[in-house]
């Protein structure tokens, strides 16, 4: 295993950090203009269905791991569901409509299918510190 100083570190971290920022953005956004078509509200949710998946993915993708998708998909998954809960007063910003509802169930299979499409590191975690062959030697 390869060792990183601290400034790469750091980077990691901010660049994750910035990520789950860019997810939160996502959500806000997403949030307030799902169904900001008139007439044709479902298009304006299923165009924020993409950006999602592919923010997710790219997201993704550039960090060489599934964790770049996952910290993306959370943030936009925090304020999402934060904004679909109703308040006492009765306001709701994510309503029970069509494109409600397919801008936040089809936000959420776009966000795993994002995560499971994104690039894994390391192999297998079940047979990891095993020999290649996947064969234990009991002998030793």
Do not use: C, N
């Not at 400034?7 to 950090?17: C, K």
């Not at 936009?76 to 569901?81: H, I």
């Not at 409509?97 to 994104?118: D, I, P």
């Amino acid at each position: 295993m390869e060792q990183r100083s601290q400034a790469e570190s750091a980077l990691g971290g901010a660049a994750y950090g910035m990520l789950f920022v860019l997810g939160v953005v996502m959500g806000v956004v997403g949030g307030f203009t799902h169904g900001a078509w008139p007439g044709l509200p479902i298009v304006s949710a299923v165009l924020w269905l993409l950006l999602v998946f592919g923010v997710s993915l790219g997201a993704g993708k550039l960090m060489g791991g599934r964790a770049g998708a996952a910290v993306t998909s959370a943030g936009w998954l925090l304020v999402t569901m934060a904004f679909s809960m109703q308040l006492g007063a009765g306001d709701l910003v994510i309503a029970g409509t069509v494109a409600g509802h397919v801008y936040l169930y089809g936000g959420v299979v776009a966000a795993v299918a994002a995560f499971l499409m994104s690039p894994s590191t390391g192999g297998s975690w079940l047979l990891r510190g095993y020999p290649e062959s996947g064969r234990v030697d009991s002998a030793k």
